[in-house]
Nanobody, 119 residues
Framework: QVQLVDSGGGLVQTGGSLKLSCAAS????????MGWHRQAPGNQRELVAT???????NYAGSVKGRFTISRDNAKNTMYLQMNSLKPEDTAIYYC?????????????WGQGTQVTVSS
């Protein structure tokens, strides 16, 4: 089992910045991928960014160049630095941890943190 606690959301004006954090605990060893997903009201949950335990990153086109994902493996914590925020970035942001056990993919989720960008 893996437990995730995400935090750092809040209210910010257009053009502002926020930094989200996700603290992981439990069986977090081995090959894994951590990521941030978001869900706005009336929309499906969408991928924002991912980072492997080796540091390889991937971003959605809508956030590339504005958001930076990182992780500190020693602290078992992942971050999302969000700059140049836009109203369309408003959503609940969820931390995700994915690994594979006996070849079976397992996904774990944080409780979500609200990000609101005012125009």
């Amino acid at each position: 089992q893996v437990q995730l606690v995400d935090s750092g959301g809040g209210l910010v004006q257009t053009g502002g910045s926020l930094k989200l954090s996700c603290a992981a605990s439990g069986n977090i060893f081995g090959v894994n991928v951590m990521g941030w997903h978001r869900q706005a009201p009336g929309n499906q949950r969408e991928l924002v960014a991912t980072i492997t335990n080796g540091g390889t990153t991937n971003y959605a086109g809508s956030v590339k160049g504005r958001f930076t994902i990182s992780r500190d493996n020693a602290k078992n914590t992942m971050y999302l630095q969000m700059n140049s925020l836009k109203p369309e970035d408003t959503a609940i942001y969820y931390c995700n941890f994915r690994n594979w056990v006996a070849g079976i993919r397992r996904d774990y989720w944080g409780q979500g943190t609200q990000v609101t960008v005012s125009s």
